[in-house]
């Protein structure tokens, strides 16, 4: 016999896990009254009557039998089906899983299965089943959902149960919400047998219903024009079958119905999921607080989202309600919701994600990535109110790079659902104390600058602040010019940087904008192609003309972008003059600068030691010099005489000591290619 009394530890962690405003007393050996209840017991308030002197009416009804048809005809088996129904056929089973995973669905066909046409009738999960009988024939199942307290069944209970359903030749699934430890606690308290339902392949349920829904050759037609990866991202690894559901009707009636092309269904799940999201939302502060941050930081791990939600919520001035987990059907037992609970994340239509490896990580995003747009644009029609207090708490994003990015992207998603009136509102962003703040403008001014309804917005404000005294500001259009911020163009990067650097700005904090701007310079050549690098070298020695910053910080620079992708430099010196030209004058100017010399001698110097080797690279590098003698730049004589004074190990001394002959004798270096 089983035991009739649970361990009172596991009850305290599994009946917390299954309150939903619903009262549970659990008090093993002790006694309850009405007064303070200590010592080890639990209460919440029950929503029937008091002590139970008056049963609950018997809330009950039977199935409908479209919608049993349609659940059988769309039923894809989840794994376990054949152990589940061996289970069911003692009388009274438990089916365990978590919500939104069609738990029902799979009961329905628990209690269907060997029936053409099976009678099936629905309990109310408040219904005392101690007190509660089946009908005496004329019925093939019982389904019971929820049930608050799944331990007020006693064994004598079950007992009597189970009888009077072999009776009826019926039989009953009981359906609860999976906590930790509830299976095996059910199973020593009640002796019966206890389910996990673990939801179908998502592409499974997602062909069934397409498969019932419509002709097969035309969604056959449709899934083949789909785009590489698409399908991927209709039906990502762990949809809910009702998600997976949902993609099929949409399908059908957009795809195959309408024409429309996978990313259009796609973006019409994500705002139909957006909407839904913020409708739930809306009277939640914590729920919305989770919302924000998973349409910023979705995809990243799950403390990033927990933190910054938290954050919002301090923002509000709504965080100090205790947070309280949601219960079985997503709501909350009271107070402020636990961001990323597992009931807040299935009414935000996002999920955990455990990713395998070296360093194992928790990540929580949402199902649909693209729900994060609509949920901007419901945000800023809808609630125009907190569109101030999202660039307030999205200016300290963190340390982080990728939530620094995150944030920076989702005040441009907000600058496009506005129009570009919300980026009034950036300069307070780049101002912010928190030191991220002028990256996470600059992440905003670069994405913005790709979308025509910001663009025009974003390139004043980039020529406004390049003008500014101000650091953050001058910081954030510097951050702003690097290549994978955005849709700021060479050109436009070029032209901004140079402004920056010839601008009187604040004593304090500028050479850390110049930092900035040479790396933003290297970056760019690193990052472009042809054309963009020969746009930079092009900048670069009108610079170098300057006795200024720009001058300066082009021949500091020079010997970084030399030393990247040689093959690329070598066919550019022996087959582009323009490039060529350039490359000799920068090379020269770097050498000339005391303090650029260092590192530019030691870049040449590896060049030699590499073009010894290679025959192409030797003839490039020969080029560079026979340019350098015909420039007759004192640095490069600096550079010859400290090859020639240098040990015999010294790589290039044999180019060298030819460029040197040719400068000392004061003609034209010649070319022994």
Known sequence: MASESPRAADLEAVVAALADQKMVVVAPHGTVNTGLVTGGQRHTVLSSTEGGAVAAPMRQGPVRATYLHTARRRFVPPPCFKEAL????????????????????????????????????????????????????????????EPPDPFALRAWDLSRLEARLAEAEARMVIVLADA????????????????????????????THLADGGPEEAYDRWLRALEPGQLDELLPPGLPPRHAAQAARAVLRLGVGDGASGAEVLRHLARAEGSAAVARAQRDPALLAEL??????????????TERAAEFLRLTGREGRGPVEAGPHGHSTGGTRRPSSSGSLRLLGAHGVRRAGKEATDSVSFYWPAMSEAVWEIICRDHPDLVPLLHQWLAGPGQEADQIERAGRALA???????????????????????????VAAWCLGTAALDPAAARTAADLLGQWSAASETPLRKAVAHACHAYRGGVTEEQALRLLRRLMETPAEATGDLSVITIIAAALVQRFEAGDSAARATVLCHMCAWAESDGVPG?????TFHVMLSKDLGWWSACLRGEPELASNTVQLAGHALNESAAFVNMRDTLLVWCSEAAATEHRARALNALLDGLVDAREPGF?????????????????????????????????????
């Open 552 to 556: 300066l910080l082009a021949a500091l």
């Open 413 to 439: 998603a907000v600058a496009v659902a506005t129009g570009g009136r919300s980026m009034e509102l950036l300069r307070d962003v780049a101002s912010a104390p928190a030191p991220p703040a002028p990256e």
């Open 180 to 207: 930790p430890g509830l299976a095996g606690i059910l199973e020593d308290h009640l002796g019966m047998p206890v389910m996990r339902h673990h939801p179908p392949d998502p592409r499974e349920v997602f062909a």
């Open 292 to 305: 924000l941050s998973l349409s910023v930081y979705g995809g990243l791990h799950r403390g990033v989202i």
């Open 86 to 145: 061996t289970a069911v056929g003692s009388g009274i089973a438990v089916l365990l899983g978590e919500p939104g995973t069609g738990r029902e669905t799979h009961a329905l066909n628990l209690l269907a299965q060997g029936s053409e046409e099976p009678v099936l009738v629905q309990v109310d999960g408040d219904v005392n089943l101690s007190r509660w009988g089946p009908r005496p024939q004329g019925v093939h199942g019982y389904l019971v959902m």
């Open 637 to 673: 004589l600096r550079w010859l005489l400290a090859v020639e004074r240098g040990p015999e190990a010294m790589p290039g001394k044999a180019p060298a000591a030819r460029a040197l002959a040719a400068w000392r004798g004061n003609t034209p270096a010649q070319n022994t290619d």
